[in-house]
């Protein structure tokens, strides 16, 4: 992976991270037009940038994260990730299976596009404003909601926000919550794949942090990648707050859906493998 796509891939994930369009769907697609989706450091790099990502959210809301007067905060976001880090536990292989699958992706982004759309419309009577009325049983909902963004496509911001509106959170306080609860998730899944899962370069199993500091530009390509997450995740996570509350989620359905539809054309006519 050379520098210019580590800023490309870099790029992608934090400005989709946080919209409900799949971060990993377009990390995949962005790779796969490279030519660099087989490669064992691209699949930890697409997993690694995610600590930008976590840290652009930790900036923003920084009184939020450091009020540690607010415990219940913490207890809700521990009770939020817990069904994610069971299933990623349980299906972790099942689903570095799906992530080598640019189909699943289109499949997954067409069909969550036609969910936005009306995303709006069926939950329409909010009964919870802010962070501070979530209930623990809530967050648990919204947790396991949460879960479906294991298939590639699907998207995470987009999996917990429907889970939070469907448990009553308004958009604006959906959204939010799906940030803070990114941070445990994302934190988990990417300390697990430096630390604990082993990838197989050329026959070599190696720990994440050992393919990274094998080299120097998968060093540069690391340190690089999560700046550049960093600072398109904060002006990403702005601008879709205040986008969310004015319109809506119909945009990023129809977004989806042309996306989706256009993948599947190039799948089928070879470009994309």
Request: proline share 2%.
């Amino acid at each position: 992976m050379s520098i210019i796509e580590a800023i490309i891939i870099a790029i992608v994930e934090g400005i989709t991270e946080y919209l409900p369009v799949s971060s990993t769907g377009h990390m995949i697609i962005a790779s796969s037009f490279m030519g660099i989706e087989k490669a064992e450091f691209t699949k930890l790099f697409e997993v690694a940038i995610q600590l930008g990502a976590i840290l652009a959210v930790v900036v923003l809301y920084w009184r939020k994260f450091f009020d540690f007067s607010r415990w219940q905060f913490y207890i809700k976001l521990l009770i939020g990730v817990i069904p994610a880090l069971l299933l990623g536990f349980l299906f972790s292989d099942k689903i570095d299976e799906l992530l080598e699958s640019p189909t699943t992706v289109a499949v997954s982004l067409l069909l969550g596009g036609f969910v936005l759309l009306f995303i709006d419309r069926a939950f329409n009577h909010p009964t919870v404003h802010s962070e501070k009325d979530i209930t623990y049983g809530k967050s648990f909902i919204t947790g396991i909601w949460q879960c479906i963004a294991m298939i590639p496509g699907v998207s995470r911001s987009a999996a917990s926000i429907i889970g939070g509106m469907q448990q009553g959170l308004t958009r604006s306080a959906a959204a939010e919550f799906s940030f803070f609860l990114a941070v445990p998730t994302m934190a988990a899944a990417t300390l697990y794949s430096l630390f604990l899962k082993k990838w197989n370069v050329e026959g070599v199993e190696q720990k994440g942090y050992e393919l990274i500091s094998q080299s120097t530009d998968h060093m540069i390509a690391f340190a690089v990648g999560n700046i550049v997450a960093f600072i398109v995740a904060i002006i990403a996570i702005k601008f879709f707050i205040n986008y969310l509350k004015k319109y809506g989620f119909k945009i990023f359905g129809w977004y989806r859906i042309i996306i989706g539809v256009v993948l599947l054309v190039l799948i089928w006519n070879g470009v994309i493998g």
